[in-house]
Antibody, heavy 122, light 110 residues
């Protein structure tokens, strides 16, 4: 069974940094691309970033480009999101989600974690 | 980039059928797969439709979807509505470098 567990969320001041982690199990992590998606309080889903299975190809939403860095450690079955220069508008639940196909990134999440809450406030 | 537009909310009675639309602003709806997610209050999204029309195992066949090239839209249809279907539903597609979500539709089953 596919299992994704996010961690690392919390309260941080504007301008601060936070590193989110997503522990994966139940599938061959190294064969799958991964995505981060967030949801602000009372808002819809917003794509944040995606990474190909080997980490070669990386994409970001314009809203986080230059501030967030996605990475993937296939040896540890883990996905990360380093978030710097955080803003109040980054406050959201952050979900990691597996991409649907093995071997290529197609921006189609299939399995989702339960999310971790990031609150940016002074 | 393109946008996906969904109605903000729909409501229907138990046992009835409801359809939620998702209109793509530019580019063909048929050029990239559309997926649909269900999100119940306080829970993470789950996939109810993938590859435009396919249901993952475990999703009841009351859920179906289609693509309409003439209106450049996708639709999610839920028949035999149950109170447990009350949730937010999101369509999603992509282009070369972006993943795009619709704004979400709140389904009320009353």
């Amino acid at each position: 069974e596919v299992h994704l567990v996010e961690s690392g969320g919390g309260l941080v001041k504007p301008g601060g940094s936070l590193r989110l982690s997503c522990a994966a199990s139940g599938f061959t992590f190294s064969s799958y691309s991964m995505n981060w998606v967030r949801q602000g309080p009372g808002k819809g889903l917003e794509w944040v970033s995606s990474i190909s299975s080997s980490g070669t190809y990386i994409y970001y939403a314009d809203s986080v480009k230059g501030r967030f860095t996605i990475s993937k450690d296939n040896a540890k079955n883990s996905l990360y999101l380093q978030m710097n220069s955080l803003r109040v508008e980054d406050t959201a639940v952050y979900y990691c989600a597996r991409d649907i196909y093995q071997g290529r990134l197609v921006f189609l999440p299939d399995y989702w974690g339960q999310g971790t809450l990031v609150t940016v406030s002074s | 980039n393109f946008m996906l537009t969904q109605p903000h909310s729909v409501s229907e009675s138990p046992g009835k059928t409801v359809t939620i639309s998702c209109t793509r602003s530019s580019g063909s709806i048929a050029s990239n797969y559309v997926q649909w997610y269900q999100q119940r209050p306080g829970s993470a999204p789950t996939t109810v439709i993938y590859e435009d029309t396919q249901r993952p195992s475990g999703v009841p066949d009351r859920f179906s979807a289609s693509i309409d090239i003439s209106s450049n839209s996708a639709s999610l249809t839920i028949s035999g509505l149950k109170t447990e279907d009350e949730a937010d539903y999101y369509c999603q597609s992509y282009d070369a470098n972006n993943l795009v979500f619709g704004g979400g539709t709140k389904l009320t089953v009353l």
